[in-house]
């Protein structure tokens, strides 16, 4: 099996490595002569973070990022408060990572890129997908370099102005607000403190001002977001001065690195595949930056992917677009409604709450059950019967399912485990639920079993029999 991915950010990356880690053949290409080299999307949710512990990027991702910073709230340029987007929330046994976690973008990026390479698979950079068509048996991709590939799934996860999505003719409905202009740039200040973010602006308007939010694992810089006045066009580093001066005296910016115009883009589109096409990110969603959400759903867009193709079952392959889209149009609606918060001013237009994280995903119809089949698979310790501890966590690690039956053996087939109470022994492969917390987790009474997909979703709870 061979999948061309157009796009090499985020989305085109996750998808790379879960699909080489199968043992897949796969080319990741980018119309672009270089790497991002900005901060962009700069914070990982919660449930991104598990997905990248299960890819092997997780480690990386811990040593070279921080967690949000604490703004400092200045006011005519004195410090007035100290402002969170969240609580910290302390880890649980179901949840180890329950806060999101700071890392610019192209940072990111680098970490996934090292990760590919361990797979023996690098971006094609400047290798543009020109047009393509399909049958039943395959796509036949045209590339700029002169190049026809035969695939036999194409992915496009080549960003809002999609060539993959354009040629197949998939609307993308939503709205783009002509109204708003934020610059958004990497740039260091000196005699700013590092460990903190920084919010300038004006007693009388408090909610309009210039956001300043460090940047780990780069040389003291800062991400400068602010709105661009109007009839401005120009992102340079005497543009940015001019607007921080107007909030706060004596901050000096330098050594700008990336700079770059958004404007709210909310759109989705009609369809995520088209036969043998799929699209993923924001090829498929284009969200506005409130919330931190675009980058992680399209992660998660290539996590629920990749087992499918790798299975290529047609349920399995249709399964995606119903998932994923729902999905999507939730995470846009969390998005809008905290981007007319900010544009309101209200006084929470800066918090966060669950719905952010995305560890409440899930594909489960209804049921009234508090755990069911679609939920996401939480998290244990447990030991095994050699007494080492582990987590659940480890045994669904890898590009496999997981059967884990409680209180009862599990039958035989790869990676499928008893769960068991102190005392309790089991033919086969076995853990023991010292402490009661993956039998809590699951709701879990003997006899039970539950499948975990290899996305860290269930796809099955109910009798230990099936």
């Known amino acids: ?153 194409l992915v496009g996860a080549d960003g809002a102005s999609s060539t993959v999505r354009k040629t197949l003719g998939v609307p993308f409905r939503g709205t783009t607000d002509e109204t708003m202009r934020m610059l958004v740039a990497d740039v260091a200040a000196d005699g700013l403190d590092h460990a903190w973010a920084h919010w300038f602006a004006h007693a009388v308007d408090p909610m309009r001002g210039v956001h300043l939010t460090p940047l ?93 193709l790798a299975d290529g079952s047609p349920g399995l392959l249709d399964s995606y677009e119903t998932e994923r889209r729902a999905t999507a149009a939730r995470v846009l609606r969390v998005s809008s409604e905290l981007l007319q918060r900010h544009k309101e001013g209200a006084d929470n237009a800066h918090q966060r709450d669950e719905s952010t994280r995305q560890l409440d995903v899930t594909y489960r119809s209804t049921s009234d059950s508090r755990i069911t089949t679609g939920d996401r698979a939480p998290d244990a310790p447990v030991t095994d019967p050699d007494g080492k501890e582990i987590r659940l966590f480890d045994l669904f690690r890898g590009p496999h399912p997981t059967r884990l039956t409680f209180g009862a053996p599990a039958p035989a087939e790869p990676h499928a485990y008893a769960v068991l109470t102190p005392g309790v022994t089991s033919p086969g492969p076995y853990v023991i639920d010292t402490a ?31």
């Open 1 to 153: 099996m061979h999948v061309l991915i157009a796009g090499a950010g985020p989305t085109g990356l996750t998808l790379g490595i879960d699909l080489a880690r199968r043992g897949l053949d796969v080319r990741v290409i980018d119309k672009a002569d270089r790497y991002f080299a900005g901060s962009r999307g700069d914070t990982l949710q919660p449930r991104t973070l598990e997905v990248f512990e299960d890819l092997g990027l997780l480690d990386a991702v811990l040593r070279h990022g921080s967690s949000v910073p604490t703004t400092r709230v200045h006011l005519d340029g004195v410090h007035v408060t100290d402002r969170r987007m969240a609580e910290p929330v302390p880890p649980s046994p179901d949840t180890p990572y329950p806060n999101p976690w700071a890392l610019g973008q192209s940072q990111t990026e680098a970490i996934m890129r090292d990760r590919l390479a361990e797979f023996g698979v690098r971006p094609e950079l400047g290798t543009a997908l020109t047009g393509f068509t399909q049958d039943a048996d395959g796509v036949t991709a045209h590339l700029s370099t002169g190049e026809t590939v035969r695939a036999t799934y």
């Open 436 to 466: 009661g917390h993956a039998h809590t987790a699951y709701d879990a009474s003997p006899g039970t079993s539950v499948i975990v997909r290899p996305d860290g979703y269930l796809g099955y709870v109910g009798a230990a029999s099936r």
């Open 216 to 308: 780990p694992d780069t040389d003291r810089l800062f991400q400068f977001h602010a709105a661009l006045p109007d009839g401005v066009a120009d992102t340079s580093l005497d543009t940015l001065q001019r607007i921080l001066d107007g909030f706060v005296s004596g901050v000096r910016l330098s050594r700008l690195a990336w700079s770059s115009i958004w404007r709210p883009n909310t759109r989705l589109a009609e369809h995520f595949r088209v036969g043998r096409v799929f699209l993923a990110g924001d090829a498929a969603h284009a969200h506005p930056p409130t919330g931190g959400q675009g980058l992680n759903t399209g992660v998660q867009d290539a996590y629920n992917l990749g087992w499918k």
